[in-house]
């Protein structure tokens, strides 16, 4: 089993297609084991973009990750990890097959409606960053009822 962090960005919330989306890792058998909706500060953005810094398109990933709320979720599976990434499609919208969620729903090589970690360790780093203060190990839900979130 493994865990993913994924992103459901901006441009994709702005357009009301969460549902559509988390249907495409459910409909794979994936698991969302927790989920929420934020509008990152800068400070988290360049942190999870630590390594994108000093790219020519990085302020402006930013400004767009940072602009309205987004879907931070975790999911976990068999071979989640590659999986989710294979879901999602090519980064460019353009090189992104139909069955995807990028050739579905990407705008632009920039606002490409989702993100995924793409190993283990930047997965651990990523979940730590978007659900600092909570527990990961378990289900949400009951976190939740619990209040304890
Ligand atoms: O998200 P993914 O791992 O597929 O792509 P990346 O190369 O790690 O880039 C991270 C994010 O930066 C992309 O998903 C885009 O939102 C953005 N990006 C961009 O705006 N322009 C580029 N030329 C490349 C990436
Ligand atoms: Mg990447």
Redesign the pocket.
């Known amino acids: 089993m493994e865990k993913t962090l994924v992103l459901i960005k901006p441009d994709a919330v702005e357009r009301n297609v969460i549902g559509e989306i988390i249907t495409f890792y459910e409909k794979n058998n994936l698991k969302v084991t927790n989920l929420k909706m934020l509008k990152a500060s800068k400070d988290t953005a360049e942190r999870h973009?630590e390594e994108?810094k000093g790219r020519p398109?990085f302020e402006?990933?930013i400004s767009y990750i940072t602009r309205s709320p987004l879907c931070a979720l975790v999911i976990e599976g068999e071979d989640a990890i590659a999986k989710v990434r294979e879901i999602?499609g090519s980064?460019d919208p353009e090189k992104a097959s139909k069955n995807t969620i990028r050739g579905n729903f990407a705008l632009s090589?920039?606002e490409?409606s989702v993100?995924a970690s793409?190993s283990r360790e930047n997965a651990e780093r990523e979940i730590n960053i978007w659900f600092e203060t909570e527990s990961t190990s378990n289900f949400s839900i009951g976190n939740l009822l619990l209040g304890n979130v």
């Open positions: 973009y994108h398109y402006e990933l999602n980064t090589k920039t490409n993100h793409d």
